[in-house]
């Protein structure tokens, strides 16, 4: 197993966050598995990859992720 991986929010019941680290590079990964928008406080920095919404709401160290 290369690389490793860090659950962000182990105890948030609606969100899956983690961040995956390997070869130099790391990927930080947000889902919202809920039927309602969630706000979350986390430092993100780095371009988004992918997104199933038409925007993403980011400033400084918040992130609201629509529902799913």
Do not use: C
């Amino acid at each position: 197993n290369e690389g490793n991986y860090t659950d962000l929010l182990p105890s948030h019941e609606s969100v899956w966050v983690y961040r995956r680290q390997a070869n130099g590079q790391t990927l930080t990964v947000l889902a919202n598995l809920s039927n309602q928008a969630q706000k979350i406080e986390l430092s993100v920095k780095g371009e988004v990859l992918m997104n199933n919404n038409d925007e993403l709401k980011m400033r400084e160290n918040t992130v609201v992720l629509k529902l799913y």
